[in-house]
T-cell receptor
Framework: SQQGEEDPQALSIQEGENATMNCSYK?????LQWYRQNSGRGLVHLIL?????REKHSGRLRVTLDTSKKSSSLLITASRAADTASYFC????????????FGKGTTLSVSS | DTGVSQDPRHKITKRGQNVTFRCDPI?????LYWYRQTLGQGPEFLTY????????KSRLLSDRFSAERPKGSFSTLEIQRTEQGDSAMYLC???????????FGPGTRLLVL
């Protein structure tokens, strides 16, 4: 079963706007990761946030984690057409991080 | 390019046939993972290897599925007596031991007719 659930399922914005997607999960986690998948391709790791962290930045990406609410958000600022993709959150249930449990993803469409 | 590679990229087969997919991980990565992704869903964990040992298998990995990593380098995933429900993208990923990030290959898209 899916551990994480992303919201919204689909998001359409204009270039230059910010995109925010959320992820909720069910059990305690060691870390939470966000991946991007372009249509029909493999996944690309974007950013990882550990359970003892609340916020993390990487370029135009900002991730927050609220362990009390079991939720995370991914903000993409100043979006570009190339950001069009599906975005998945993934949690590792154990410290070894062997099995990643993915949500169903948010499909982002950025139009120019 | 030294990323994870998968072969073939696409496979069309008839129900009942056997298929085999190959994954070549990043060369220094000891761990190798297989995931399955159906349309509109996130990837689902199937199994993982640490070196040549298969250490964890999901309940999704039925008896018709078998994975090997004989020399601790490349891995194969075989599906016997394919069914239409096996149609999916099969993704391979690799990591170092203790590494939290998994690096994914481009996937093999399987269509069972």
């Amino acid at each position: 079963s899916q551990q994480g659930e992303e919201d919204p399922q689909a998001l359409s914005i204009q270039e230059g706007e910010n995109a925010t997607m959320n992820c909720s999960y069910k059990t305690s986690i060691n870390n939470l990761q966000w991946y991007r998948q372009n249509s029909g391709r493999g996944l690309v790791h974007l950013i990882l946030i550990r359970s003892n962290e609340r916020e993390k930045h990487s370029g135009r990406l900002r991730v927050t984690l609220d362990t009390s609410k079991k939720s995370s958000s991914l903000l993409i600022t100043a979006s570009r057409a190339a950001d069009t993709a599906s975005y998945f959150c993934a949690t590792a249930l154990n410290q070894a991080g062997t099995a990643l449990i993915f949500g169903k993803g948010t499909t982002l469409s950025v139009s120019s | 390019d030294t990323g994870v590679s998968q072969d073939p990229r696409h496979k069309i087969t008839k129900r009942g046939q056997n298929v085999t997919f190959r994954c070549d991980p990043i060369s220094e990565h000891n761990r190798l993972y297989w995931y399955r992704q159906t349309l509109g869903q996130g990837p689902e964990f199937l199994t993982y290897f640490q070196n040549e040992a298969q250490l964890e298998k999901s309940r999704l990995l039925s008896d018709r599925f078998s994975a090997e990593r004989p020399k601790g380098s490349f891995s194969t995933l075989e599906i016997q007596r394919t069914e239409q429900g096996d149609s999916a993208m099969y993704l391979c990923a690799s990591s170092i031991i203790g590494g939290e990030t998994q690096y994914f290959g481009p996937g093999t898209r399987l269509l069972v007719l």
